[in-house]
């Protein structure tokens, strides 16, 4: 039985493409929506994923990396005194005002003071040694390429962040951020942009333990001492996920993405369905002579739902193959998105499971199946 549905869906694969397509495509979107959704979202955490820290030191409640508070100066003597520590390094972020010499009026910036030197641990993902060692010159940033045109600046021009002048230095890439315009600066340039002078020390602060691994274990240590002001520690897993599921749970954009998935799927599995019955429907008569035979209304359904997986695992090959097109050519445009295995299973598992509710849904029109229509 299992042989006769593939050879049907060979014979007969004019009959099954529609579906084949419908699930194809309703898979491409699936798989480009995780994809943008993981590069979009994901952006928030690029302060924590592009930098080599392994413990995140910041005020209490901090919910993103974006809403982080001044804690006291002195929390570093506290963090070094762990021997697991082997480095701390501040961590200044400052909204800014974004005046370039173009047209193109405010724009609000992320100031992210980091220390230049070579082995500093923000952003050491991301910027090369020789690229970061450009923001030890006074009054020098460097901007994501991307972020060129909005800020209206070219390499080697010079801008004003709230009031202050500053120079374009070097251009990047992965420094995109949600929600405003990434601007990296060293922690003296970062602090002369700052406005607010009641922030008396650093946003973060971030430490590199002798072993990664214990990251979990070291911020649960450090956490809870109150002697040098509030404050709290991450590690910088759980801080990225933090960030995340912040920004996609609860500003209410992410929510509007996942409801359009979910939309998205519901439509792809009534498509796919609808075909997948009008082909039974238009097999009724093979159905109803192999029943005449003597073959069970249980053996052909197991027939239709044999179909109905090939129908995914085909449309699921051709989605693939241009989804990875399509990624390919988002990435080269800069366009943020993301596509781990994790997310690759997850969208193959929607399909497939699409391609089941189908594949059930067609089963209830084997009910109509009576040796009797070979008499019509």
Same mark, same amino acid.
């Given at each position: 039985?299992?042989?006769?549905?593939?050879?049907?869906?060979?014979?007969?694969?004019?009959?099954?493409?529609?579906?084949?397509?419908?699930?194809?495509?309703?898979?491409?979107?699936?798989?480009?929506?995780?994809?943008?959704?993981?590069?979009?979202?994901?952006?928030?955490?690029?302060?924590?994923?592009?930098?080599?820290?392994?413990?995140?030191?910041?005020?209490?409640?901090?919910?993103?990396?974006?809403?982080?508070?001044?804690?006291?100066?002195?929390?570093?003597?506290?963090?070094?005194?762990?021997?697991?520590?082997?480095?701390?390094?501040?961590?200044?972020?400052?909204?800014?005002?974004?005046?370039?010499?173009?047209?193109?009026?405010?724009?609000?910036?992320?100031?992210?003071?980091?220390?230049?030197?070579?082995?500093?641990?923000?952003?050491?993902?991301?910027?090369?040694?020789?690229?970061?060692?450009?923001?030890?010159?006074?009054?020098?940033?460097?901007?994501?390429?991307?972020?060129?045109?909005?800020?209206?600046?070219?390499?080697?021009?010079?801008?004003?962040?709230?009031?202050?002048?500053?120079?374009?230095?070097?251009?990047?890439?992965?420094?995109?951020?949600?929600?405003?315009?990434?601007?990296?600066?060293?922690?003296?340039?970062?602090?002369?942009?700052?406005?607010?002078?009641?922030?008396?020390?650093?946003?973060?602060?971030?430490?590199?333990?002798?072993?990664?691994?214990?990251?979990?274990?070291?911020?649960?240590?450090?956490?809870?001492?109150?002697?040098?002001?509030?404050?709290?520690?991450?590690?910088?897993?759980?801080?990225?996920?933090?960030? &995340? %599921?912040?920004?996609? #749970?609860?500003? !209410? =954009?992410?929510?509007? /993405?996942?409801?359009?998935?979910?939309? $998205?799927? @519901?439509?792809?599995?009534?498509?796919?369905?609808?075909?997948?019955?009008?082909?039974?429907?238009?097999?009724?008569?093979?159905?109803?002579?192999?029943?005449?035979?003597?073959?069970?209304?249980?053996?052909?359904?197991?027939? &239709? %739902?044999?179909?109905? #997986?090939?129908? !995914? =695992?085909?449309?699921? /090959?051709?989605?693939?193959?241009?989804? $990875?097109? @399509?990624?390919?050519?988002?990435?080269?445009?800069?366009?943020?998105?993301?596509?781990?295995?994790?997310?690759?299973?997850?969208?193959?598992?929607?399909?497939?499971?699409?391609?089941?509710?189908?594949?059930?849904?067609?089963?209830?029109?084997?009910?109509?199946?009576?040796?009797?229509?070979?008499?019509?």
């Amino acid at each position: 039985m299992v042989a006769l549905a593939r050879k049907t869906l060979v014979y007969e694969w004019r009959r099954f493409l529609p579906a084949m397509l419908a699930v194809g495509f309703a898979g491409l979107l699936q798989l480009l929506q995780l994809a943008l959704v993981l590069g979009i979202f994901g952006a928030t955490s690029v302060y924590i994923t592009g930098s080599s820290a392994d413990v995140w030191v910041g005020f209490p409640g901090t919910q993103s990396v974006g809403s982080g508070r001044s804690i006291d100066v002195n929390v570093e003597s506290r963090i070094l005194m762990d021997p697991a520590v082997t480095r701390v390094e501040p961590y200044e972020w400052i909204d800014g005002d974004w005046r370039g010499t173009g047209d193109t009026g405010g724009v609000s910036v992320f100031v992210s003071g980091i220390d230049p030197a070579a082995d500093g641990l923000m952003f050491s993902r991301v910027l090369p040694p020789a690229l970061r060692a450009r923001l030890a010159e006074p009054d020098a940033v460097i901007v994501d390429r991307a972020d060129l045109d909005k800020l209206g600046v070219t390499l080697g021009r010079t801008a004003t962040i709230n009031g202050q002048l500053v120079r374009v230095v070097g251009v990047s890439s992965g420094l995109r951020g949600l929600g405003g315009i990434n601007v990296i600066a060293s922690l003296d340039t970062a602090r002369r942009l700052d406005t607010d002078d009641a922030d008396n020390g650093p946003t973060y602060l971030v430490a590199k333990l002798r072993d990664p691994a214990q990251a979990d274990a070291v911020a649960a240590r450090l956490r809870g001492s109150s002697a040098f002001g509030p404050y709290t520690t991450w590690s910088a897993t759980d801080f990225a996920h933090i960030s &995340v %599921l912040y920004w996609l #749970f609860d500003t !209410g =954009a992410g929510a509007g /993405v996942l409801f359009l998935a979910g939309i $998205v799927f @519901l439509v792809g599995a009534v498509i796919t369905s609808q075909t997948l019955v009008g082909a039974v429907q238009g097999s009724v008569r093979e159905y109803a002579t192999l029943n005449a035979l003597g073959v069970g209304v249980g053996a052909l359904r197991k027939v &239709v %739902l044999e179909q109905a #997986f090939w129908v !995914g =695992a085909l449309g699921l /090959v051709g989605a693939t193959v241009l989804g $990875v097109l @399509l990624l390919l050519a988002a990435r080269a445009e800069d366009v943020p998105v993301t596509l781990g295995p994790l997310a690759a299973l997850a969208c193959i598992a929607l399909v497939m499971g699409q391609a089941a509710v189908s594949g059930m849904a067609a089963m209830r029109s084997m009910r109509r199946i009576d040796p009797a229509t070979l008499l019509r």
